[in-house]
């Protein structure tokens, strides 16, 4: 309903989807797919189309009545932190590897989760992912800080289109208010990294817990001392980071880099076959576009 009401204001406009994805502004895919209904749209992006359609903000007071998630179920050894999300009023989070599921632009979520199950199981995986983004990535949600270990996005899932949708899906999220997506890159020797990620969540009770996981297991701990440690670890951490906006021009030249690779696989296959039989292996290493990759810490 929303895709296809979408749709109607925007051809009646005049606008192309990437027209108006332009003055958004996000990347085109995003339009196109929530008018396909294979993505749910923030209320971020529903105002913005209501701003630049002119409707009076008939798409948002329609985001607003729209039950995005209805039934999704978490697995059991999550359910708990799941429970953490609904009411925390700030959270904290120091990610290695993979994009923490708060920030994972659905193709992305669906690429790693792909690469163990299948069929309604992934299905259902996915949609219970998306469906804890909904409250934190709104403009009035609450406070969401998150460093990203540069191997967040040098790993790539589900190939150089997923990270390019996904390094788009992040400059978009760390446009609102109460997001600050921030990376510490792999060319800093001197930044302290804990181990492994983790999350500083604090609730409206003004309870404060600590969560880490292992395979297929979430672990809590309230611990006084385990807090102050983890805390000044993370806020010192993200002290050394690169800037919010340092972090936005890292991720653009990333996403920039996969999607040259992308468009340039797909139109020199023939010209790289041609080039390979002709003995000009050397030449064509270096002019090969190139995917980024995790490189080695010093």
């Not at 990437?18 to 085109?28: F, K, M, S, T």
């Not at 909904?134 to 289109?161: H, K, M, N, W």
């Not at 309870?207 to 996981?213: D, F, P, Q, T």
Request: net charge neutral; glycine share 6%.
């Amino acid at each position: 309903m929303f895709g296809e009401l979408l749709r109607h204001y925007r051809e009646s406009a005049g606008l192309t989807q990437e027209a108006l994805a332009r003055q958004v502004p996000c990347d085109r895919s995003q339009v196109a797919k929530v008018e396909a209904a294979k993505r749910v749209p923030t209320d971020t992006f529903a105002k913005a189309c209501d701003r630049v359609l002119g409707t009076g903000q008939k798409l948002f007071h329609l985001w607003e009545r729209i039950d995005w998630y209805p039934e999704v179920q978490h697995p059991d050894w999550f359910e708990r932190r799941a429970e953490m999300d609904a009411k925390a009023v700030a959270l904290h989070e120091y990610q290695v590897g993979v994009m923490p599921g708060l920030l994972q632009a659905p193709e992305y979520a669906h690429a790693l989760f792909a690469r163990a199950i299948s069929g309604e199981e992934l299905d259902e995986r996915v949609r219970a992912r998306l469906s804890r983004q909904q409250r934190f990535l709104s403009e009035d949600g609450p406070l969401y800080t998150v460093v990203l270990d540069e191997s967040c996005l040098q790993t790539v899932i589900g190939g150089a289109d997923v990270m390019r949708t996904q390094c788009a899906h992040l400059l978009h999220v760390g446009r609102l208010p109460n997001v600050f997506v921030q990376v510490a890159p792999f060319q800093d020797a001197e930044l302290h990294r804990p181990n492994t990620s983790m999350s500083l969540i604090s609730l409206s009770d003004g309870h404060e817990w600590i969560y880490s996981e292992s395979l297929d297991s979430g672990h809590f701990s309230d611990d006084p001392a385990a807090l102050a440690r983890h805390a000044r670890t993370y806020h010192g951490l993200r002290a050394d980071a690169l800037s919010a906006r340092e972090s936005a021009t890292l991720i653009s030249d990333l996403m920039e880099g996969y999607g040259h690779h992308g468009t340039a696989r797909s139109e020199r296959g023939d010209l790289d076959q041609e080039q390979l039989q002709r003995g000009q292996r050397r030449k064509l290493h270096r002019s090969r576009p190139r995917i980024p990759r995790p490189r080695p810490r010093t």
